[in-house]
Nanobody
Framework: EVQLVESGGGLVQVGGSLRLSCVAS????????IAWFRQAPGKEREGVSC????????YYEDSVKGRVTISSDSAKNTVYLQMNSLKPEDTAVYFC????????????????????WGQGTQVTVNS
């Protein structure tokens, strides 16, 4: 059974940090690139960051650039999203998604046809 399980969300004050985890199972981890998305109440889902496999290329959306770092640990089948200097506008449900193959010429993490999605983890930033 294919699964993507997110964790690490929670309630944090403005300026705080969180590290989200996305644990993958049921497919060959190194064959898939992983992205993080988020969806705030009343808004459309948007890409946050993505990491290409196997080359490790990273892409960040402008809204989080400089505050977020994506990383991958293939030994643990896990992709992390380290988020710093959190703002109230970062409040959302964060999802990870997997797409087969590497990511080339990325202009947006949302531009790929993702094969698998997780259920999400809530991040709330209090002002």
């Amino acid at each position: 059974e294919v699964q993507l399980v997110e964790s690490g969300g929670g309630l944090v004050q403005v300026g705080g940090s969180l590290r989200l985890s996305c644990v993958a199972s049921g497919f060959r981890f190194d064959d898939y690139s992983i992205a993080w998305f988020r969806q705030a109440p009343g808004k459309e889902r948007e890409g946050v960051s993505c990491i290409s496999s196997p080359d490790g290329g990273q892409y960040y959306e402008d809204s989080v650039k400089g505050r977020v770092t994506i990383s991958s640990d293939s030994a643990k089948n896990t992709v992390y999203l380290q988020m710093n200097s959190l703002k109230p506008e970062d409040t959302a449900v964060y999802f990870c998604a997997a797409v087969f193959g590497s990511m080339v010429a990325v202009t947006s993490c949302a531009a790929f046809p993702y094969d698998y999605w997780g259920q999400g983890t809530q991040v709330t930033v209090n002002s």
